[in-house]
């Protein structure tokens, strides 16, 4: 089924990896030190390109890939900031190249099972970046430093994703960033805001590096309850979402939350 080439060999380059060769696919793992080689190993013939590297560096992976005519995945965030994204916007649509941002909630049934009519619903996600990597120093990851693109906005920015799935576009957008402990050297460790939307639903999240436990739900009010649903997370929606990409590409047609999509998302966040 073709070849895909990933740049990044971290935890979730690795899971691409083993996904894409459960379903045929041979992969070519491209890590760190390597990245100044990375128009040698270019010269091969790829199908498929996943940019899973540290957030900072994803548009300058993304535009390596795209000279190259290489459809892309990109893991979220698609951006830390806008420079080179109207370069690289223009290079892929002019080329036609079917891209994608990481999105990989949208693939669960919880979420696909939200009503799109749903008037009030608050997202919520928070853990300990202590126990994100087991066997790391926090500390050295790109979660807790700016200069690498890390935050938990926009490390979690799958809760605004969703939402932004379901409900369409943005009216307004409020954002509070805080940095309330030395989990982080530079990076938000609490963010909290809300979203209105033109369909006229309205949302709030809240975001942390500080929980105790992994905890990720939303609540929807019905009427005089709060129903709360909470989000399990396992490989299964990994592997569906890699399916549906391969399958766009084989067709080659546009994914949901290609990078113009990405792109609206991210503008509303940051305000840019």
């Known amino acids: 089924m073709g070849k895909a080439i990933i740049i990044g060999g971290g935890s979730i380059g690795k899971r691409h990896s083993k996904n894409l060769n459960e379903i045929g696919i041979a992969t070519r793992i491209v890590d760190v030190d390597e990245i100044d080689n990375i128009d040698q190993i270019l010269l091969e013939k790829y199908n498929f390109g996943f940019v899973c590297s540290p957030n900072v560096f994803h548009i300058q992976h993304c535009?390596?890939?795209?000279?190259?005519?290489?459809?892309?995945?990109?893991?979220?965030?698609?951006?830390?900031?806008?420079t080179g994204v109207d370069q690289l916007l223009k290079i892929v649509n002019s080329k036609n190249l079917?891209?994608?941002?990481g999105c990989n909630l949208r693939f669960t049934d919880s979420i696909k099972s939200i009503d799109k009519n749903t008037p009030y619903i608050s997202a919520y996600f928070g853990y300990n970046l202590k126990k994100w990597r087991p066997n790391t120093n926090h500390?050295?990851?790109?979660s807790a430093n700016k200069s690498l693109g890390g935050g938990i906005l926009l490390d979690c920015i799958h809760e605004l994703d969703y939402l932004f799935y379901k409900f369409g576009e943005i009216k307004e957008i409020e954002c509070d960033k805080y940095k309330f402990t030395d989990i982080t050297n530079d990076t938000e460790?609490?963010?909290?805001?809300?979203?209105?939307f033109?369909?006229?639903?309205?949302?709030?999240?809240?975001?942390?590096?500080?929980?105790?436990?992994?905890?990720?739900?939303?609540?929807?009010?019905?009427?005089?309850?709060i129903k709360r649903v909470n989000l399990k997370i396992?490989?299964?929606m990994y592997k569906k979402q890699i399916e549906y990409f391969v399958q766009k590409v084989t067709q080659n047609a546009a994914c949901m939350?290609?990078?113009?999509?990405?792109?609206?998302?991210?503008?509303?966040i940051l305000g840019e």
């Open 189 to 196: 460790d609490l963010v909290r805001g809300k979203i209105d």
């Open 198 to 225: 033109k369909s006229g639903t309205k949302a709030s999240f809240s975001l942390n590096y500080l929980s105790e436990n992994y905890t990720r739900y939303y609540d929807i009010i019905e009427k005089d309850i």
């Open 139 to 142: 500390l050295e990851s790109y």
């Open 63 to 82: 535009l390596k890939l795209a000279e190259h005519n290489i459809p892309i995945f990109c893991e979220k965030p698609f951006y830390t900031d806008r």
């Open 98 to 101: 079917t891209t994608m941002v």
């Open 257 to 268: 939350n290609n990078f113009n999509e990405a792109d609206y998302l991210l503008t509303k």
């Open 234 to 236: 396992d490989n299964d």
